[in-house]
């Protein structure tokens, strides 16, 4: 697969949307996690409304535009969203860049689905998932 095919203008716009995702000075939880890869790294402040689900989200992304574009389709369908409902697409993602399952039905995946084929990029793909999951775990970094 050629590098247009990988980097389209829809993935490339979507790096742009972080910037609507600033890092959360009054966030409870927080998350980090890191491609040992590629080195691209994620930091994620969480906000849960009273029924536990996600509100609010912040990012600081530090990873090539495939990870930049995970974290927005991420960010974008994150609120109201439950832990459960985050971990089981973090597992079926991950599956599926294995080729083990089929596509998680997260909005906008397919955006990212042509990075499927570069497994280099699978580790920044996963950051906002993984980075998810640290926070919402009982023993996350909970400020």
Do not use: N
């Amino acid at each position: 697969m050629s590098a247009e095919k990988l980097y389209t203008p829809d993935l490339l716009a979507a790096t742009l949307e972080l910037v609507h995702y600033p890092p959360l000075e009054s966030a409870t939880l927080r998350g980090d996690a890191r491609s040992p890869t590629c080195g691209s790294t994620l930091a994620m402040d969480l906000m849960l409304a009273s029924d536990g689900s996600l509100e609010r989200i912040g990012l600081t992304v530090r990873a090539c535009a495939v990870g930049q574009a995970s974290a927005a389709v991420f960010a974008r369908h994150a609120a109201g969203r439950s832990d459960a409902e985050i971990l089981a697409t973090a597992e079926r993602f991950a599956a599926w860049l294995e080729d083990e399952a089929p596509i998680p039905g997260w909005p906008d995946m397919t955006l990212i689905a042509p990075a499927q084929s570069y497994p280099a990029r699978h580790g920044a793909m996963l950051l906002p998932w993984k980075a998810a999951i640290t926070a919402l775990s009982p023993h996350s970094g909970a400020r």
